[in-house]
């Protein structure tokens, strides 16, 4: 069975950093791509990072050089490192995984993924 859980959300101000933290059991790196998005109240769920089987990654435009997707496979534990924070980054923020192969933009699209983490909220305050 999958699980993901994720942790490490917290409240900080803009220009601070968080490392969120995504335990996953159930499922092995090398044949799952791994992606994290986030939901603003309002908005619809959007795809933040995601790395692949073979370990590249993507990521939105609105996170590149900000933030920094990672595995660790010895400990079966996803990252995302969030750097120079804004704002407009507050949302809560999940972690996903499809055993599909991905090609392209589509990481992206959450419609592709079968399991979701419950979520861990970030907010950044001006």
């Known amino acids: 069975q999958v699980q993901l859980v994720e942790s490490g959300g917290g409240s900080v101000q803009a220009g601070g950093s968080l490392r969120l933290s995504c335990a996953s059991s159930?499922?092995?790196?090398?044949?799952?791509?791994m992606g994290w998005f986030r939901q603003a109240p309002g908005k619809e769920r959007e795809g933040v990072a995601g790395?692949?089987?073979?370990?590249?990654?993507s990521y939105a435009d609105s996170v590149k050089g900000r933030f920094t997707i990672s595995q660790d496979n010895a400990k079966n534990t996803l990252y995302l490192q969030m750097n120079s924070l804004k704002p407009e980054d507050t949302a809560m923020y999940y972690c996903?995984?499809?055993?599909?192969?991905?090609?392209?933009?589509?990481?992206?699209?959450?419609?592709?993924?079968?399991?979701w983490g419950q979520g861990t909220q970030v907010t950044v305050s001006s």
């Open positions: 159930g499922i092995t790196y090398s044949s799952y791509c």
């Open positions: 996903a995984a499809t055993p599909r192969v991905l090609y392209g933009g589509s990481w992206s699209r959450r419609d592709l993924y079968n399991y």
């Open positions: 790395i692949h089987r073979d370990g590249s990654t």
